[in-house]
């Protein structure tokens, strides 16, 4: 065993994070683990404990999304086509049968447990380009303050294989960093990471812990070990990437046997990776310095008042409008002295943002002819200038 290897096993920490204290987890499930190849049919008793599970964690309040491959796996089946080296005409014409059962059978499974489900189905350019990513971002939120549990797999029938994730480990990764999950599982094929690829090598031993993803830790990932699935470990360990970097945990666990996820509350193998931030402190970093402005909200003092207090921006606390921008942009906010007091994405184009300012979110649809967002920069996109903003406003008495 090499010295980049001693360092990747060494003990886990006293105390890992449990399961049960987790407010936002994302599970993703691949198409080997989804679909039976040999029946030509869901894994209905697999699926049936995976549902389960997924009942128990949402009965103590956690909100669960799952990242659900099987559609071209299913639709390949039922069309009697191969399982490799498919033409892409054939894997959308897949998938688009595919999809139509997915979502049929997680509704059912679900349904039986007195869960919603909701199907997202997503290109690379929704987690990859601002507006796209800040509209599903707010349907996935939306969905889970209704309680329900998305279903979200990659749209098949209309990607190309030069805008797809090609696996759904990173996007599962992006779904989890989209959402502000504080956890992501991939259940695979494989107890975690190894030393080595163990199918190859007998002597290879589970790695518990990764503390953080280094050259090291990408040296050990192998290639895809199953024939339904396109992702391997390699992809995984990018996905650990994504979702650390974005304050995400994540676990790679087998989920090959039933009940899954709480077979981890009982200590099942498995690997964590972890991350020292969180999804919100990781979101708003980025926010505030990964960004270029594009323009300028000028804010009065009730708003900067709000928003020094954790609120959302509201359209009527707007006074002015500078710069040209577009939707999914950063923004700076300034308030009446022109003081940056924060920066964050900006849900309407500048041109329409010019026409609501100064209104009341209820007027919105009246004045730009269709319904839009109730706030102009939602709390969740913004970051602040400071820990605590000193609000400014004008003295009555004519000093300042």
């Not at 830790?217 to 199953?226: L, V």
């Not at 040209?324 to 849900?347: H, K, M, N």
């Amino acid at each position: 065993m090499n010295a980049a290897t001693q360092v990747a096993v060494a003990s886990p920490p006293a105390s890992l994070p449990q399961i049960k204290d987790f407010k936002r987890v994302v599970i993703k499930a691949g198409s080997s683990l989804l679909v039976d190849r040999g029946q030509s049919c869901v894994k209905r008793t697999w699926l049936e404990s995976l549902a389960q599970d997924i009942a128990d964690l949402h009965a103590r309040g956690a909100d669960v999304l799952v990242v659900s491959s099987g559609a071209i796996a299913l639709g390949r089946t039922v069309l009697g086509l191969p399982e490799r080296d498919l033409k892409l005409e054939d894997s959308q014409a897949a998938a688009a049968i595919g999809q139509i059962a997915l979502a049929r059978i997680w509704a059912e499974v679900l349904a039986d447990r007195k869960l919603t489900a909701g199907q997202i189905l997503v290109t690379l350019g929704d987690t990859e380009e601002r507006q796209r990513y800040l509209n599903a971002r707010a349907t996935i939120g939306r969905l889970l303050d209704l309680r329900a549990v998305p279903v979200i797999n990659e749209n098949d029938t209309v990607a190309t294989h030069e805008i797809r994730y090609g696996d759904n480990d990173r996007l599962a990764a992006r779904v989890a960093t989209m959402a502000s999950a504080d956890l992501l599982i991939l259940l695979s094929d494989v107890q975690g990471l190894y030393t080595a690829p163990p199918s190859e090598n007998p002597a290879a031993e589970l790695i518990p812990v990764v503390a953080r993803v280094d050259a090291s830790i990408e040296a050990m990932a192998g290639g895809a070990a199953s024939r339904l699935s396109r992702g391997g470990m390699r992809t995984k360990i990018e996905a650990a990437k994504i979702a650390t970097a974005g304050g995400t945990h994540m676990i790679i666990t087998d989920g090959r046997v039933e009940h899954p996820v709480s077979r981890l509350e009982d200590g099942a193998p498995c690997t964590w990776f972890l991350t020292g931030s969180n999804p919100m402190t990781a979101r708003k970093k980025w926010i505030a310095g990964a960004l270029e402005p594009r323009g300028v909200l000028h804010v009065d003092a009730g708003a900067a008042r709000a928003i020094a207090s954790g609120k959302s921006l509201l359209p009527a606390g707007v006074t002015r409008v500078d710069g040209s921008f577009t939707s999914g942009d950063c923004v700076l906010i300034r308030d009446s002295r022109a003081v940056e007091i924060g920066r964050g994405l900006v849900a309407y184009d500048a041109s329409d943002a010019v026409l609501i300012a100064g209104r009341n979110s209820q007027d919105i649809a009246t004045v730009l002819g269709s319904p839009g967002r109730a706030v102009i920069i939602h709390r969740d996109d913004m970051a602040l200038a400071h820990d605590k903003i000193a609000i400014w406003e004008p003295d009555t008495n004519g000093t300042s």
